[in-house]
């Protein structure tokens, strides 16, 4: 799954494409024999346990900008091809930036595009307001999802009930919320989906500002999900730094020796537990913020293919 936000040439670079490079982007996928399907369908394969093709291709776009409307969409649409909008109805709503009006939206429905939950007003929702329980916290993110999620509905009649986390940043106790609410939570940390991806943490491919380059690109829809069989420690709010990253998982189709882990620019070095479970634990403390472990590993039977896990990590 690909993650974009503005399709432009005079926004932050971090978060853009030009409308060149997302045409350069979809001409490969189309070159290359990829197939793009809409969101719906993966979620609907996830949640009935069917395999996911190894060139399917999902593509996404977050945080309401009006470029995706102006720039994006009409590209897409000469390409035929399927895509979600995440929106946060009350930057809609209060014209914060330059957002898409529900005209806009309402437009881009009637095309076909699915339109999907960011938060009602792309909150850092992990974070409590001063004097806040951890009660009283659930309950104001609970109705900010089931807020939003009712004005989406309203304006375009879609209830997806699919929730892109702002920022990409989530801990244990947003997810079983999530869960519990019925919802999906789409995640910004990259990796590739399979049967086992949590469906309340779907990682998504940034496919902007220097992931744009189709060598980097090329590459990363050349990617396997890992078969994770146990999250041994991977919440993402951080309670020891440097955190340890554990996983359980089947390694029928990559060798151990091979998986490599890097935390930024640095290797660490995989410590098997027993023949399926390995920890990893960067050097140094990371960084205030977001920041990530990155593992993979070639794969055995698909030449030219690696197998991608990226564990986010959120130290606030």
Same mark, same amino acid.
Request: glycine content about 6%; charged content about 25%.
């Given at each position: 799954m690909l993650i974009y936000h503005h399709v432009a040439s005079d926004t932050p670079r971090v978060s853009s494409v030009t409308a060149t490079e997302l045409r350069q982007h979809l001409q490969y996928l189309q070159d290359h024999n990829f197939k793009v399907i809409g969101l719906d369908v993966l979620i609907d394969q996830l949640k009935q346990g069917k395999p996911i093709a190894d060139n399917a291709v999902v593509i996404t776009f977050d945080d309401s900008f009006e470029n995706n409307y102006t720039t994006a969409h009409p590209i897409l649409m000469e390409f035929g091809y399927p895509y979600t909008i995440f929106i946060s109805p009350g930057s809609i709503d209060n014209?914060?930036?330059?957002?898409?009006?529900?005209?806009?939206?309402?437009?881009?429905?009637a095309d076909g595009v699915l339109v999907?939950?960011?938060?009602?007003?792309?909150?850092?929702? +992990?974070?409590?307001?001063?004097?806040?329980?951890?009660?009283?916290w659930l309950a104001r993110i609970k109705q900010n999802i089931l807020t939003a999620e009712q004005r989406i509905k309203e304006e375009t009649g879609q209830s997806h009930r699919w929730l892109a986390y702002p920022y990409g940043e989530?801990?244990?106790?947003?997810?079983?919320?999530?869960?519990?609410?019925?919802?999906?939570?789409?995640?910004?940390?990259?990796?590739a989906i399979g049967s086992s991806t949590l469906l309340s943490r779907i990682p998504r491919y940034p496919a902007a500002g220097q992931y744009a380059e189709l060598a980097d690109l090329s590459q990363k829809l050349r990617t396997l999900a890992f078969d994770i069989t146990g999250y041994l420690s991977a919440n993402q709010?951080?309670?020891?730094?440097?955190?340890?990253?554990?996983? +359980?998982?089947?390694? +029928?189709?990559?060798?151990?020796?091979?998986?490599?882990?890097?935390?930024?620019?640095?290797?660490?070095?995989?410590?098997?537990?027993?023949?399926? +479970?390995?920890?990893?634990?960067?050097?140094?403390p990371v960084n205030r913020g977001r920041s990530r472990y990155n593992c993979t590993a070639p794969s055995l039977s698909k030449k030219g293919y690696f197998y991608w896990y990226s564990q986010p990590w959120l130290n606030n």
């Open positions: 014209k914060v930036g330059p957002v898409l009006s529900w005209d806009q939206v309402r437009k881009m429905a999907a939950n960011h938060a009602m007003n792309h909150e850092h929702m +992990t974070e409590r307001e001063n004097g806040e329980t951890e009660a009283d989530f801990n244990n106790q947003l997810e079983a919320l999530v869960k519990k609410l019925g919802f999906v939570g789409i995640g910004q940390q990259s990796g709010q951080i309670s020891d730094n440097p955190p340890t990253l554990r996983l +359980t998982l089947n390694i +029928t189709d990559f060798l151990p020796e091979q998986l490599r882990c890097y935390a930024g620019t640095e290797a660490l070095e995989p410590k098997w537990l027993n023949d399926n +479970t390995f920890e990893v634990t960067a050097s140094k």
